[in-house]
């Protein structure tokens, strides 16, 4: 019998290949993942290459079409061993759990175990407690056997001791998702660069747009090929810091990248604008989990 992932996100695909490297004795997995645009579809592919995942098949998400073209598709790998999915509320995983036949489920985090932790999943009942390969530190309940993604297997691949002196800030949509007004944004990014000396630069989350700071000429930014973790895996030097809002690459990074030499901090964008965080928000939950486990670079930014 075959052992399967199903992922719809490059980070999804990174947390298998730790879970299957580091906890899994079986190591020949093919993967099927859905992709929203031929830049997500690249991202997934080239790590996919990276560490010798094989395609099973591809899914552009289309609304209807999508759900014809999977169930054609898997009726003929209806037999699997190990089950690797990386959303429990994606629906095309939903109804893979439900058509295959297999012996061993597993999911792995994409940031949504924070969300969905306390709330029982009715469609996967007889599967309670589910196993969950998770980047956070947190206790198992009835609904989620919780295992820790210490990075053991990726983190053995990261062992750079020189440095440079280029900051880092892992943006994130908080203009596009209405949170933030775009003018103090950027204007707070600017004041940051400067106080870097011009050596930050801006990696674009995939939902900011470019335009954003077409304006402005003290922001350098970039648009990543691949999962943020894997860049900096990639790169041939530690950066001198790492910084972002509420952002869960902070958690993976510091896990992956362990050096002295390497500062990964918060900002808590709140001292620096007029906003709320609510609790029930993508990054309020984030940031009670930061607050607790890192450190705040909390420098006043004039």
Do not use: A
């Given at each position: 019998?075959?052992?399967?992932?199903?992922?719809?996100?490059?980070?999804?695909l990174l947390n298998s290949i730790e879970l299957i490297e580091s906890h899994l004795?079986?190591?020949?997995?093919?993967?099927?993942?859905?992709?929203?645009?031929?830049?997500?579809?690249?991202?997934?592919?080239?790590l996919a290459q990276k560490y010798n995942i094989k395609i099973l098949f591809k899914i552009k998400q289309k609304t209807i079409i999508q759900y014809f073209y999977f169930y054609?598709?898997?009726i003929r790998n209806l037999y699997v061993n190990t089950l690797i999915i990386g959303n429990t509320e994606d629906n095309i995983m939903k109804a893979a759990i439900k058509i295959l036949v297999f012996k061993n489920l597993y999911f792995v985090d994409d940031g949504n175990i924070l969300e969905c932790l306390n709330n029982k999943p009715n469609h996967l009942n007889k599967y309670l407690p589910v196993t969950y390969f998770t980047t956070f530190s947190l206790k198992s309940n009835n609904y989620y056997k919780l295992i820790e993604n210490n990075y053991t297997f990726l983190k053995s691949k990261n062992n750079k001791v020189r440095k440079d002196d280029k900051v880092f800030f892992i943006g994130q949509p908080m203009v596009e998702s209405g949170l933030l007004e775009q003018e103090p944004y950027i204007e707070f990014i600017?004041?940051?660069s400067k106080y870097f000396?011009?050596?930050?630069?801006y990696i674009l989350h995939p939902?900011?747009?470019?335009?954003?700071?077409?304006?402005?000429?003290?922001?350098?930014?970039?648009?990543?090929?691949?999962?943020?973790?894997?860049?900096?895996?990639?790169?041939?030097v530690l950066p001198n810091k790492i910084l972002s809002f509420y952002s869960t690459a902070l958690i993976s990074l510091?896990?992956?990248?362990?050096?002295?030499?390497?500062?990964?901090?918060?900002?808590?964008?709140?001292?620096?604008f007029k906003t709320s965080i609510k609790d029930s928000s993508i990054y309020g939950i984030p940031y009670k989990?930061?607050?607790?486990n890192h450190r705040e670079f909390s420098i006043k930014i004039r």
């Open positions: 019998m075959k052992n399967l992932i199903i992922v719809s996100t490059q980070f999804q004795i079986e190591k020949n997995f093919r993967l099927i993942f859905i992709y929203s645009t031929k830049f997500h579809e690249k991202q997934i592919l080239r054609f598709k898997i600017s004041k940051l000396n011009d050596n930050l630069i939902r900011e747009l470019n335009s954003k700071f077409s304006d402005s000429k003290s922001i350098k930014t970039m648009r990543l090929k691949q999962g943020v973790e894997t860049y900096f895996m990639d790169r041939d510091s896990k992956i990248i362990k050096s002295k030499k390497l500062e990964i901090n918060y900002i808590d964008l709140r001292k620096h989990y930061l607050k607790v």
